[in-house]
Structure formats: C-alpha cells, structure tokens
C-alpha cells in the first residue's frame, strides 16, 4: 500500500511563493506516475499538474502553465511542486496523487486515473 504524505502548505500573499512536498513510502517510487490535484470550498477537485514516472515529462492545467512547476526525486521518494506568483484563486486544499493503473500514460488528468491519494495540505493566498 502506498502512502502519501504532503507538507509545505500554508498562508501567503498574493504574487508569492510556495513549495509543496509529497513523501511516498512505495516499495518503487519509479513505477508511478504522480501528480497534484486542489480542490476549493464548494468546488469540484481539479487536476493540477502531472509527471510521468522519470520525470522526464510533465503536463499542466492552463490555468498554471509558467506559474508552477512539479518535479521529482526518485531517490528520495518525494514529489514536489512549485508554486510562484500565487493568486488568491489558487487557494485550494493541494493533494498528492499516485497511479500505478496507468503509469505509463502522461496525460492523467482524471481522478480516476489515480490509485492513491494523500490527505492534502491547505495553500491559502490571501489577496
């Protein structure tokens, strides 16, 4: 069973910066493909970025495209995202995704594509 465990959410100002983490405990980290999903109060969740398993493709939602930027160490089991020039429309509970069903895929853009779910951590922009 994977878990996901993210951190770095918080309270910034409009224009800031914020770097999500997302620690795995996966027997292979490689073998998925990751991503980032936020949802707002009283919206639906919405995906946010996805990485393929070596990280060497990415895909955005175009409301983030040149803003944030997901990353990841498979040494170190961790997913990342960057989060720069945030706007309050950006505030949303952020949660970390896994998917071994469909690993091999880049466009994962569902949430059902995603076996595995973090809790989430809250990113608050205050305008």
């Known amino acids: 069973q994977v878990q996901l465990v993210e951190s770095g959410g918080g309270l910034v100002q409009d224009g800031d910066s914020l770097r999500l983490s997302c620690a795995a405990s996966?027997?292979?980290?490689?073998?998925?493909?990751m991503g980032w999903f936020r949802q707002a109060p009283g919206k639906e969740r919405e995906f946010v970025a996805t990485?393929?398993?070596?990280?060497?493709?990415?895909y955005y939602r175009d409301s983030v495209k040149g803003r944030f930027t997901i990353s990841r160490d498979n040494a170190e089991n961790t997913l990342y995202l960057q989060m720069n020039t945030l706007r309050p429309e950006d505030t949303a509970v952020y949660y970390c995704v896994a998917s071994n069903s469909y690993s091999d895929m880049l466009l994962l853009d569902r949430t059902s594509y995603y076996d595995h779910w973090g809790r989430g951590t809250q990113v608050t922009v205050s305008s």
């Open positions: 990485i393929n398993r070596l990280g060497t493709q990415t």
């Open positions: 996966a027997p292979t980290f490689s073998d998925y493909a």
